[in-house]
């Protein structure tokens, strides 16, 4: 079983920056695709960011595209979503999940980290 655990979030204003970090335990970290999605109040959840267990590969929504720039250090058993040029919209909860690199199914998801831009 993989645990994850959210954090970075917060309350900012409209152009500010944010970085979520999540720190994944209870397996072994780089044979995991990493990915960020985010939920707003009253809509489904929706795809962010991925990226493959080398870092090789990045993958981002066009909504999110040019301003969030995911990483990770698989070292640290970490994945980030450094998140620039934060509009309204982006404002939802953060979850990270974790992906087998064989089936690419997100099996593992965490609590989630709350970002609220303000306009």
């Known amino acids: 079983q993989v645990q994850l655990v959210e954090s970075g979030g917060g309350l900012v204003q409209a152009g500010d920056s944010l970085r979520l970090s999540c720190t994944a335990s209870g397996g072994t970290f780089s044979n995991y695709m990493m990915g960020w999605f985010r939920q707003a109040p009253g809509k489904e959840r929706e795809f962010v960011a991925r990226i493959t267990s080398t870092s090789a590969t990045v993958y981002y929504a066009d909504t999110v595209k040019g301003r969030f720039t995911i990483s990770r250090d698989n070292a640290a058993n970490t994945v980030y979503l450094q998140m620039n040029s934060l509009k309204s919209e982006d404002t939802a909860v953060y979850y990270c999940?974790?992906?087998?690199?064989?089936?690419?199914?997100?099996?593992?998801w965490g609590q989630g980290t709350q970002v609220t831009v303000s306009s």
């Open positions: 999940a974790a992906a087998n690199v064989m089936n690419r199914i997100y099996d593992y």
